[in-house]
């Protein structure tokens, strides 16, 4: 399949002009503009190349660690569940955390309980020893 490179870039740039700018907090998951994307990195959907996310922590006031999210059946040591409680089975893709800047961020979709977001954290850890 041919990415469209080139209108990602139209949209990223949109983006980098936008003053909007969420405040995002932690166990938060929301929809981002993560982008078109390179070989196996995770693309996003549909006209702004969004995905949910995982907002893992909070770096500055500008940026923040997320995960995102899937909804396809994957196994394994880089895969974490999480349940947003709307009978969806989703995983957190651990190996595709990155850093970003609010401005890709959009609305927030749900709040995952700390116990939920402590044992991907530890997933998480567990894969960069």
Not at 23 to 45: A, I, K
Not at 76 to 97: F, M, N, P, T
Request: proline fraction near 2%; include cysteine; charge should be neutral.
């Amino acid at each position: 399949m041919e990415k469209e490179f080139a209108e990602w870039q139209r949209v990223k740039q949109g983006i980098q002009d936008s003053d909007n700018r969420l405040f995002p907090h932690e166990r938060e998951v929301r929809w981002c503009s993560v982008g078109l994307n390179v070989g196996s990195e995770e693309d996003g959907n549909g006209g702004y190349y969004t995905r949910p996310v995982l907002i893992v922590k909070i770096m500055t006031r500008n940026t923040c660690l997320c995960i995102p999210l899937t909804t396809r059946e994957k196994h394994g040591s880089y895969y974490a569940e999480v349940d947003l409680s709307d009978g969806v089975s989703r995983k957190v893709v651990l190996s595709q955390i990155r850093l970003i800047d609010a401005k890709r961020l959009w609305s927030l979709i749900s709040t995952i309980d700390v116990d939920q977001f402590e044992k991907i954290k530890k997933a998480l850890i567990d894969i960069i020893k």
